[in-house]
């Protein structure tokens, strides 16, 4: 079973095992060999010193509100961590029609739509 890093509390982070949902059209799965965050957003609310650790932000109004008011987004714990990886694709859906069988390879790869 995979596992992931999750910032359960602010300073606080666990790993834990979870379910591998099935792959949406145009969506791949990694399996990942090194991930990070960008600390310059994430590492603030796990500190629990960013604004969203106690507002919402409303971004129609362009304002940091109480998180009592409804709508925009604030930061909640758990709180999966590293949207920055480096890996290898295990599976992929595709939902057009290739010229041909196609091989992943560690190369780029150009895929074209048959017409």
Not at 16 to 22: A, D, N, S
Not at 52 to 75: N, V
């Amino acid at each position: 079973m995979p596992k992931e890093l999750v910032a359960v509390a602010p300073g606080e982070v666990a790993i834990r095992e979870y379910e591998e949902p099935l792959l949406a059209p145009n969506q791949v799965r990694i399996k990942s060999e090194l991930s990070a965050e960008k600390h310059g957003t994430t590492m603030p609310i796990y500190r629990g010193i960013s604004p969203l650790s106690d507002k919402r932000c409303d971004s129609e109004l362009g304002l940091f509100l109480p998180k009592s008011h409804a709508g925009g987004w604030t930061a909640s714990f758990p709180m999966k961590l590293g949207n920055i990886t480096v890996g290898t694709v295990t599976e992929f859906t595709v939902i057009c029609r290739l010229e041909r069988p196609i091989r992943l390879t560690r190369k780029p790869l150009i895929l074209r739509r048959k017409h």
